[in-house]
């Protein structure tokens, strides 16, 4: 059972565009929803994430926009470039005193320059 | 604040050995979290220790093994590989507090023949 899906695969958008990635859950006990962005030989690393209690969060050019109602929530890149071209992977993680993050399997971004 | 560091890199096995890797977390760390990392199933929890006890599995097969050391450093074990336990083995650490930031080491790559 894929608790976290996550659409689409891959993106290609041209630099300067929006790129815009979809996630749905659900596991309504999940309530932190972090995005992870991965490079080619690293680890991921954390680029923002977002509590149920807020509708959308900014950092940047990044921005998380929550539906609970839904279930659903999503990343957008305003003004992709192609230095943000890299594999991004939604997460979903429960209260209950432990770290585990249950992943969706990512979307591979390209920026065409 | 040096980074987590993941042992070895890179490691090559055949069917039915046993392979050991090793994580340091970031300093002043208490919690380390393993996840596997495949094109087919993507980012899946293994296992996390915090202060050296096991805090939360994933579904894993129980030649999935690790433990954590008093300062913090983590080891997980895989006995008897098969030719589909080839992937990156990911560590996360994190201060433990729950639903604190995870950051990630580069990842041990396995390949088992």
């Not at chain 1, 689409?8 to 972090?34: H, M, R």
């Not at chain 1, 305003?78 to 943000?84: A, E, L, T, V």
């Not at chain 2, 040096?2 to 042992?7: C, M, N, Y």
Request: net charge positive; aromatic share 12%; charged share 20%.
């Amino acid at each position: 059972q894929q608790q976290v899906k996550q659409s689409p695969q891959s993106l290609i958008v041209q630099k300067g565009g929006i790129s815009i990635i979809n996630c749905a859950y659900e596991n309504t006990a999940f309530d932190y929803f972090p995005w992870y962005q991965q490079f080619p030989g690293k680890g991921p690393a954390l680029l923002i994430a977002i509590r149920p209690d807020v509708s959308e969060k900014k950092e940047g050019r990044f921005t998380i926009s929550f539906n609970k109602s839904a279930k659903q929530f999503s990343l957008h890149i305003m003004d992709s470039q192609p230095g943000d071209s890299a594999t991004y992977f939604c997460a979903a993680s429960k209260k209950g005193g432990s770290e585990k993050l249950v992943f969706g399997k990512g979307t591979k971004l390209t920026v065409n320059p | 604040k040096a980074g987590v560091t993941q042992t070895p890199r890179y490691l090559i096995k055949t069917r039915g050995q046993q392979v050991t890797l090793s994580c340091s977390p970031i300093s002043g760390h208490r919690s380390v979290s393993w996840y596997q990392q495949t094109p087919g199933q993507g980012l899946q929890f293994l296992f996390e220790y915090f202060s050296e006890t096991q805090r939360n599995k994933g579904n894993f097969p129980g030649r999935f093994s690790g433990r954590q050391f008093s300062n913090s450093r983590s080891e997980m074990n895989v006995s008897t590989l098969e030719l589909g336990d080839s992937a990156l083995y990911l560590c996360a650490s994190s201060l433990g507090k729950a639903q604190e930031t995870q950051y990630f080491g580069p990842g041990t790559r396995l390949l088992v023949l």
